[in-house]
């Protein structure tokens, strides 16, 4: 079955360190998304990408980079990271189709704490 | 500017009975809208969408919701509740930018007690 993958599941990291979450689905969908949640906020747009080359900021994405070189993958990293990146990262996809909006399908989440 | 209210931090129920989780939304122009469920230590899953057409959508697990573009809600409804509902529910709308982008109210809590 298709499905939608995020490693690591958890992530513990130091400030000022580099580090990199990936996200992998096999859908074959052009749309991919990287969200994270925090209590009280919901979930909030980092980045996201329509297709492979593509890439746009969210309303969060200070601090964060993605890159899309394939279709599958669009890894997200955390060029220092700051104590306010602690979080839980979702990674999420789309279909596009003509004249509809489909939903998102959403990966199983990384919980990354910075010390 | 566009947004979604989830009012309740928390709803509780008991087992059998009915309920209800409250969204409203304020976006131009005709919405899209979504339900999400949340899990413990789990992704987000689609529930249901309003895109057009008949007001009151079905979903997955016995959920529906009513669009009601005079009150500008799209509440979540369920017959009867059953204690594997409890779980974090999240309304969406997509934004009116004709992107593929949605914005997500804060989440509301379910609790059902046996």
């Known amino acids: 079955d298709a499905e939608i993958t995020q490693s690591p599941r958890h992530k513990i990291t130091e400030t000022g360190r580099q580090v990199t979450l990936a996200c992998h689905q096999t859908?074959?969908?052009?749309?991919m998304f990287w969200y994270r949640q925090d209590l009280g906020h919901g979930l909030r747009l980092i980045h996201y990408s329509y297709g492979v080359q593509d890439t746009n900021k969210g309303e969060v994405s200070d601090g964060y980079s993605v890159s899309r070189s394939n279709t599958e993958d669009l890894p997200l990293t955390l060029e220092s990271a700051a104590s306010s990146q602690t979080s839980v990262y979702f990674c999420a996809s789309s279909v596009v189709s003509s004249g509809s909006y489909n939903e998102q399908f959403f990966g199983p989440g990384t919980r990354l704490t910075v010390l | 500017a566009q947004s979604v209210a989830q009012p309740e931090d928390q709803v509780n129920v008991a087992e059998g009975n009915p309920l209800t989780v409250k969204c409203t939304y304020s976006?131009?122009?005709?919405?899209?809208l979504f339900w999400y469920v949340q899990y413990p230590n789990r992704g987000l899953q689609f529930l249901l969408k309003?895109?057009?057409?008949?007001?009151l959508v079905k979903g997955s697990y016995g959920f529906e919701a009513e669009f009601n573009k005079s009150q500008t809600s799209f509440h979540l409804k369920k017959p009867s509740a059953l204690v594997s509902d409890s779980a974090l529910y999240f309304c969406?709308?997509?934004?009116?930018?004709?992107?593929?982008?949605?914005?997500f109210g804060s989440g509301t809590r379910l609790l059902v007690r046996p």
């Open positions: 976006v131009s122009g005709n919405p899209y």
């Open positions: 969406a709308v997509r934004r009116m930018d004709s992107s593929y982008k949605l914005i």
């Open positions: 309003y895109i057009t057409g008949d007001n």
């Open positions: 859908w074959n969908h052009n749309n």
